[in-house]
């Protein structure tokens, strides 16, 4: 069964918009972590985030895990078209350094 | 460091034929990682080896599928024989350490498999 639900599934925005994607696990995870992925491309590494209540941000992009360590959401400030791709988060549920991923969304940004 | 590096790109085959994938990992890395990629499961672990051994291939989904690491730089993924169903992007992952990681993993570019 699926045990990280992201949403939304897809989103198109206009340029200079922002955006919110969420990433959400029924367990307690040990380390949460987002990728991006280009179309015909591997997924690159964006941020980890392990503490409960922790955020990091990186250029336009801030990304929050909650308390209790169920749910993380990645933002996204004043869009670009480069930002355009599919979002993944990717959980350690084990501590034994072992991920398994949302189905993750697809961003579409309209110039 | 060139990365992951993955061969080949694509691969087109026939049902029934054997198809084997490699994967060489980031130089001191010693965690590996063989995932899948299709639009009805999205990303799924098949199988990850720690310095060189198999430590978990719960996700390898049938016997036609396996997996080997003989030496730190080197592993594959082999599918005999292959079927339609396993058309999907394979992917091979490196990680420096065990544990919860800052650094993440570095993905190759994946194979894509196609079997007619």
């Known amino acids: 069964s699926q045990e990280l639900e992201q949403s939304p599934q897809s989103l198109i925005v206009q340029e200079g918009k922002n955006l919110t994607i969420n990433c959400t696990s029924s367990?307690?995870?040990?380390?949460l972590y987002w990728y991006k992925q280009k179309y015909g491309e591997g997924l690159i590494f964006l941020m980890m985030?392990?503490?409960?209540?922790e955020e990091k941000s990186h250029e336009k992009i801030t990304a929050k895990l909650d308390e209790k360590k169920q749910q993380s959401s990645l933002h996204i400030t004043a869009s670009q078209p480069s930002h355009a791709g599919i979002y993944l988060c990717?959980?350690?549920?084990?501590?034994?350094?072992?991920?398994?991923f949302g189905t993750g969304t697809r961003l579409t940004v309209i110039p | 460091d060139a990365g992951v590096i993955q061969s080949p790109r694509h691969e087109v085959t026939e049902m029934g034929q054997e198809v084997t994938l490699r994967c060489k990992p980031i130089?001191?890395?010693?965690?590996l990682f063989w995932y899948r990629q299709t639009m009805m499961r999205g990303l799924e672990l098949l199988i990850y080896?720690?310095?060189?051994?198999?430590?978990?291939d719960s996700g390898m989904p049938e016997d036609r599928f396996s997996a080997k690491m003989p030496n730190a730089s080197f592993s594959t993924l082999k599918i005999q024989p292959s079927e339609p169903r396993d058309s999907a992007v394979y992917f091979c992952?490196?990680?420096?350490?065990?544990?919860?990681?800052?650094?993440?993993?570095?993905f190759g570019s994946g194979t894509r498999l196609t079997v007619v």
């Open positions: 992952a490196s990680s420096p350490n065990t544990g919860p990681t800052p650094y993440g993993y570095t």
């Open positions: 367990k307690t995870l040990y380390g």
């Open positions: 985030l392990q503490k409960g209540g």
């Open positions: 990717g959980a350690d549920r084990t501590g034994a350094n072992n991920l398994f």
């Open positions: 130089s001191g890395h010693n965690s």
């Open positions: 080896f720690n310095n060189n051994v198999p430590i978990d």
